[in-house]
């Protein structure tokens, strides 16, 4: 770190993720002396402007770390892997984006609004600690964030999430893919899935990931697992459907909770509104709820549609919207960094 700020790194910095990293850092104050931005062969030398300034992008390789105080990683976790052990290395705190380290033990998963409390420690943990935090899954990153606060004031017993997950979550390519299907099917023209495994355009795909043996998705049972270890909830019952739709921005999700003391709609609202990084959306006979064209681009996890699940004696039904690539990703990794920052200046 210099007067002037910290260097940072940007690995995947021309991917969807690493190109909404650079749009949250000119909107936020995050103190920035120099950049390094990284990116595949193929992108070797693409400058990047970041806050007036023009950043040639690099290749990983050894070394390339020296001098880097934060290095976020947007990449596959392939690159993880190969490549967080280098940054770590030479002494820098690293946000992962990957799957990788997300459950492993001795890694904080952080969404700092929920248990930001976690990155204290570590911070107050000195020169001994392993500098690394993991980002989770832009699915949970919102839905935790809506279940925190009924957590603390209620209690979870159960809790059941459907997700209408955007092609974004899929990546660039993805995104193409469907709109390059939507003017095929508006000319009668032939409709190919190369990027996701079924066509999307007018469709919804009921897979996300991998299927295990008993017929759950790797995307589903990273929402229950992570969800568990960021609440601090190892037992806590959890069902998840994990949907691709047609919508190119932000994630969507249909969650049924079942507390353990008796709410009143009223204070759930209030509590909801005045919940760090949750903003309420909530008057349906004006037809104001979450809505992926009204969310995306913004920073907030938006909540509506509350209303009591007449099956369940503690039961509360409501719908969350969040920008994926933004919170659920790019936002939250520069929001780690800001109060390891914070703590550190």
């Known amino acids: 770190m210099t007067a002037d700020g910290f260097k940072i790194a940007i690995v995947g910095a021309t991917g969807a993720v690493g190109r909404e990293m650079i749009a949250v850092l000119e909107s936020r ?3 920035i002396s120099n950049c390094v931005p990284f990116a595949s062969p193929r ?6 402007s970041l806050r007036g300034k023009s950043y040639a992008c690099h290749v990983l390789e050894p070394g390339c770390f020296r001098g880097v105080d934060f290095a976020f990683f947007d990449a596959s976790d392939e690159v993880s892997r190969e490549w967080v052990s280098e940054a770590l290395s030479a002494g820098a705190w690293v946000v992962d984006n990957s799957g990788v380290h997300r459950m492993d033990p001795e890694t904080e998963l952080s969404v700092p609004e929920v248990n930001g409390q976690g990155l204290d420690r570590l911070v107050a943990a000195g020169a001994g600690a392993r500098k690394l935090v993991a980002g989770p899954n832009c699915t949970t990153v919102q839905l935790v964030a809506a279940l925190k606060p009924l957590s603390d004031r209620y209690g979870l017993k159960r ?3 459907s997700t209408y997950q955007s092609v974004s979550g899929a990546g660039a390519a993805a995104m193409e893919e469907l709109r390059a299907q939507l003017k095929s099917e508006a000319t009668g023209g032939q409709v190919e899935a190369k990027v996701l495994k079924h066509p999307i355009a007018f469709n919804l795909i009921p897979q996300i990931g991998s299927f295990d043996a ?21 037992r806590l019952p959890i069902a998840c459907t994990a949907v691709r739709v047609p919508t190119l921005a932000c ?7 079942e507390l353990e003391k008796a709410f009143d709609l009223p204070d759930v609202r ?12 909530d008057d349906p006979a004006q037809g104001r709820y979450p809505m992926n064209r009204d969310c995306a681009g913004r920073d907030p996890v938006y909540v509506g549609r509350l209303r009591r699940d007449p099956s369940l004696d503690h039961g509360l039904q409501f719908w969350v919207v969040s920008d994926n ?10 929001q780690i960094a800001e109060r390891i920052a914070l703590l550190l200046r």
């Open 214 to 234: 008993e017929g759950h998705t790797s995307e589903e049972k990273k929402v229950i697992e992570e969800t568990r270890k960021i609440l601090g909830l190892p």
């Open 29 to 31: 104050p995050f103190p």
């Open 270 to 281: 209030a509590l909801l509104s005045n919940a760090p990084g949750v903003q309420l959306e």
């Open 43 to 48: 992108s070797r030398g693409k400058p990047i």
């Open 159 to 161: 809790v059941s999430v």
């Open 251 to 257: 994630h969507a999700e249909s969650v049924s909770v």
């Open 325 to 334: 690539l933004r919170k659920g990703a790019a936002l939250n990794a520069i």
